[in-house]
């Protein structure tokens, strides 16, 4: 069984350069050419990091033969479509559909590096509106990529919904036995609580993507 966790930044790094480094000399880097042009502090951690990448399905390599790695799959500029199911804000409930895919062509959509393609048909936009998590970077206007689960561990960003009221709101959560606190990122901004039988999880928060106007 794959791996489902997202890639982490260092993991993005690493595919990034091993593909560069192919494109350019015809053959793959050495675990010290990676160690040393992806700022990693030691050869262990850069493999350990190559394993997950393996596990992942999105390369291979034989721990036994020196510059073995090879991509599985990747191509530059190869983009996957996610669609942008609505905004988030308190109050504003989203159009979620039970289907493990859904029908982009009649949703707006943006364009993701092929590195979210091992969780494509689980992963969704929306917009965000508002400022309650600005201290985690992101503001009112961003776009966030979710994948779609009804499962989180305590302190992850979500999408909540409060059943009772058909409301969904971006927040941390934090399951504290028969109450469920969904904590903001500013300080401005109270938590809020609920029953937790009151409270569903439609996803997870894995990257944050803004678009950066030119002057």
């Known amino acids: 069984m794959r791996n489902s966790k997202p890639l982490t930044q260092k993991q993005i790094d690493i595919l990034n350069f091993i593909?560069?480094?192919?494109?350019?000399y015809g053959y793959p880097p050495s675990i010290r050419d990676i160690q040393n042009n992806c700022?990693?502090?030691?050869?262990?951690?850069?493999k350990y990091n190559l394993d997950r990448l393996q596990e992942k399905g999105l390369m291979n390599r034989d721990s036994e033969v020196s510059?073995?790695?090879?991509l599985n799959n990747i191509e530059k500029n190869q983009n996957i479509k996610v669609p942008v199911l609505g905004t988030i804000t308190a109050g504003q409930p989203f159009p979620l559909v039970e289907d493990s895919r859904w029908d982009i062509d009649d949703l707006d959509t943006i364009e993701l590096p092929e590195n979210f393609s091992y969780i494509e048909d689980k992963i969704f936009a929306l917009k965000v509106s508002g400022f309650s998590m600005i201290d985690a970077l992101i503001g009112d206007g961003d776009t966030i990529i979710l994948e779609k689960t009804n499962e989180a561990k305590n302190g992850e960003m979500v999408a909540a919904k409060i059943d009772s009221e058909n409301e969904t709101?971006?927040?941390?959560?934090?399951?504290?036995?028969?109450?469920t606190r969904l904590q903001p990122e500013n300080p401005l901004m109270d938590p809020m609580f609920f029953p937790s039988n009151n409270v569903s999880i439609l996803g997870k928060v894995v990257a944050v993507w803004r678009y950066m106007p030119g002057k």
């Open 19 to 24: 593909q560069s480094y192919i494109e350019e």
């Open 67 to 70: 510059r073995s790695i090879s």
């Open 169 to 179: 709101t971006l927040k941390r959560i934090f399951r504290e036995g028969e109450n």
């Open 39 to 46: 700022d990693i502090s030691s050869t262990s951690v850069v």
